[in-house]
């Protein structure tokens, strides 16, 4: 293949030191894409972490991608106090592409393969681009796989426990706002409708709260109105005075422009990888604004996945595992308070600790 331009090198496109232990890079021998797979590491157990299938320009895109979110897998595992490392996975699709459900199936079929191949170092699940009825597929090579259907005996997609858990970090950042964590009566701005989001918002009207919501899919203004919730448009749902931001869409949402332009107190959402640089999170100290780290915020998922799994699992010890988020979410603001650093090196120090206390 001949470049028609200088391609940026994986170090620079990656932007983090790479600490991964293994990585595989292979083409499916069905689809012909482009599948990484990501190790970051197994020193708290087998790697866990979603299997991502996307457009990016560039195959390297994807592996950037994967080396980024799978080393965000061992840090948001780690906080969640679960015994698992971090890892992903990532199918490139090539811009524009849209699969059928025949390519889509033999893209599992390889993802399935390449996973089998690392002896079970590392376990996947449904992420951007999957489905509990893909990851179905995939279980036909591997048994590395979690997040089956609940048709097929497995324990289904993730987002309501996701959901709880940043509903209970919305409760432990208001507490740490107001003193109070009583939700009735807070204005509570939540862009991005999907899974979660909408889950969210459900649960936060039922509460009692005021809402100001956002989706790039006009469709969610139906939810919208069936909770009584205003809505704007993403171009300035950052703009809106209120208690709390809700990022509940993609990843990146918290660039130097919005945080400089936001109108709330506090900001906590599922959304992955809110930071558009790590720098984010001093410039939300600066402001005033307190973040609630999104690796911690959103673990429900996880937790929901590795815990429900387990044979004999009983829903309310998941449930409490989830709940309990709020307290780590509240741990990790009295530490940044009392040692006078951002929450992100808070959490980062919290997950630091629990993967030192492992030695090999
Ligand atoms: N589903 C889970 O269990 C889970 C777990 C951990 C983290 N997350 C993260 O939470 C976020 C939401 O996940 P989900 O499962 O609800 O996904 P989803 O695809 O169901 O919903 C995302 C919603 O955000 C909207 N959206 C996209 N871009 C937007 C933008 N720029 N502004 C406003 N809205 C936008 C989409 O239209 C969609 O309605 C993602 O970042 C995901 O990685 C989800």
Redesign the pocket.
């Known amino acids: 293949m001949t470049l028609t331009q200088p391609s940026p090198s994986l170090d620079a496109l990656v932007g983090i030191p790479f600490t991964h232990e293994r990585v595989l890079i292979t083409t499916g021998i069905r689809s012909g894409l482009v599948i990484t797979v990501a190790v970051h590491s197994t020193r708290l157990g087998q790697a866990l972490g979603g299997a991502r299938m996307w457009q990016y320009e560039n195959w390297t895109d994807a592996v950037a991608d994967a080396l980024r979110l799978s080393a965000a897998m061992t840090l948001k595992n780690a906080a969640a106090g679960l015994n698992l490392g971090g890892g992903k996975s990532v199918i490139h699709l090539p811009l524009g592409t849209a699969l059928t459900e025949a390519e889509k199936r033999d893209a599992m079929l390889d993802l399935g393969d390449a996973i089998e191949s690392l002896d079970g170092a590392y376990m996947t699940a449904e992420?951007?681009g999957t489905n509990a009825e893909l990851m179905a597929v995939v279980k036909e090579r591997t048994d590395h796989v979690c997040g089956l259907p609940q048709s097929s005996g497995g324990v289904g997609?993730?987002?309501e426990?996701?959901a709880a858990g940043v509903y209970a970090s919305v409760v432990a950042t208001l507490e740490a706002l107001f003193g109070s964590r009583e939700v009735q009566g807070r204005h509570i701005v939540i862009?991005?409708?999907?899974?979660?989001?909408g889950r969210l918002a459900t649960a936060l009207a039922g509460s009692g709260a005021r809402l100001t919501v956002?989706?790039?899919?006009l469709a969610?203004r139906d939810l919208a109105d069936s909770l009584g919730a205003s809505w704007v448009s993403?171009d300035v749902?950052h703009l809106v005075p209120a208690d709390l931001f809700v990022p509940?869409?993609?990843?990146g949402?918290l660039t130097a422009r919005v945080i400089g332009e936001l109108n709330v107190l506090g900001v906590v959402g599922?959304?992955?990888n809110q930071l558009a640089q790590p720098e984010g999170a001093t410039q939300l100290d600066a402001r005033g604004i307190l973040w609630a780290p999104d690796f911690v915020v959103?673990s429900g998922?996880v937790i929901y996945l590795a815990l429900a799994s387990e044979p004999g699992a009983d829903p309310a010890v998941v449930a409490a595992r989830v709940e309990a988020i709020g307290d780590t979410v509240s741990t990790i603001f009295t530490d940044a308070r009392e040692q006078g650093i951002t929450t992100l090196a808070a959490a980062e120090h919290l997950a630091a600790a629990r993967l030192d206390a492992v030695r090999r």
Request: overall charge negative; proline content about 3%; aromatic content about 0%.
């Open positions: 992420d951007v997609e993730p987002a426990a996701t862009s991005g409708l999907g899974q979660v989001g956002s989706d790039v899919n969610r993403v749902v509940c869409g993609l990843g949402v599922a959304a992955n959103n998922g």
